[in-house]
């Protein structure tokens, strides 16, 4: 990577994501599990704007409450701004402000999202001139997630979710997606799936070492058809989620009895996610759930990955 002088603020926004298909291999000697996961990248956002600092700093704003955010060195887009550093070589350091969108905790990737822009932004701040390789390769080791937040649109992964493979999309799927007031801790569902294979294990398969995403859940991305995709939609995650938050299964019901195809739950939970044919059909489910007292929002996907914004 070479340096060169840049410019003030530099703007970066990236996608949230939904496992439209995600199953969990058995657990590992070392604790973890590989997966096989669909992920569509989707309209709810995170924007980043990097100044230039001599320390590391970061703040938020944003619809969504960020109080209980760590702002220190173990937040994820501080710590992608330093392995950026020490990559290139940087010494100086960046001032951070991120505007939040997508769920904290919330199961659809938002502190990964701003891992991903912190990497664009940084590197077109400090002109690091990194290639997408390169900054593929730091993503990697900071989180699964955070990789397809840099490529987005529509992928496979595989391994912990961090070696992707593009896969055809057609046209766009529309989705109603009900905001929890509360987040859900990723390794603690990981651990209740694990309780939850062991209390069942006379009733359920044993899980596969290398699990893999269903080729009807490729054939309904390709085809564009939200009818098709609704049919296979699949979260090994969702029933120890619902486990640990049985008040998710009544939004579940909600969704689905007021005309989505399906609901499931993106990622770890606990945002539930619900399918529509269109955008009409998103409309009338977003103001019946909110009717209901229930935070929704719309949104469409595949949209594209990490990308600098022109103010």
């Given amino acids: ?18 496992n439209v298909f995600l199953k969990v291999g058995a657990v590992m000697e070392d604790g973890y599990h590989d997966v096989a996961t669909a992920y569509q990248a989707v309209s709810l956002c995170e924007d980043v704007r990097a100044y230039p ?22 937040n994820l887009a501080i710590k992608a701004a330093r392995a950026l550093a020490r990559k290139a070589g940087y ?6 402000e991120i505007e939040k969108r997508v769920p904290i905790a919330g199961g659809m990737g938002g502190g990964s ?17 990194a290639t997408k390789e390169e900054l593929l390769a730091i993503a990697a080791k900071l989180g699964a997630d ?7 649109g529509t992928a496979i992964g595989t391994g912990r979710g961090d070696q992707l493979s593009p896969a055809l999309a057609k046209g766009s799927f529309h989705w109603v997606l009900a ?12 651990r209740e799936l694990d ?19 269903d080729a009807n859940v490729l054939q309904a991305l390709r085809a564009g058809d939200p009818s098709m995709l609704a049919d296979c939609l699949h979260n090994d995650l969702q029933a120890p989620a619902l486990h640990l938050a049985p008040g998710l299964a009544n939004v579940l019901e909600l969704g689905e009895e007021n005309g989505a195809l399906a609901g499931i739950l993106s990622g ?44």
């Fill in 1 to 18: 990577m070479t340096i060169a002088a840049g410019p003030q603020v530099v703007h970066a926004r990236a996608p949230g994501k939904i």
């Fill in 53 to 74: 600092a001599d320390n590391f700093s970061v703040e938020f704003a944003g619809p969504i409450d960020t109080s209980g955010l760590e702002r220190g060195g173990s």
């Fill in 91 to 96: 010494r100086g350091g960046v001032h951070l």
């Fill in 113 to 129: 999202a701003d891992a991903a822009a912190t990497l664009l932004a940084c590197d077109a701040l400090w002109g690091t001139e």
């Fill in 146 to 152: 955070v990789p397809f937040a840099l490529t987005g």
């Fill in 179 to 190: 905001l929890a007031e509360f987040g859900m801790s990723t390794p603690e569902v990981y």
């Fill in 195 to 213: 309780r939850h294979r062991e209390r069942h294990a006379q009733d359920i398969f044993p899980a596969q070492q290398q699990p893999r995403v």
């Fill in 268 to 311: 770890s939970g606990p945002t539930v996610a619900f399918l529509v044919a269109d955008a009409d059909t998103a409309l009338e489910l977003q103001v019946a759930l909110s009717a209901l007292r229930l935070h929704v929002v719309r949104a469409t996907g595949p949209v594209h990955g990490a990308r600098l914004v022109h103010d």
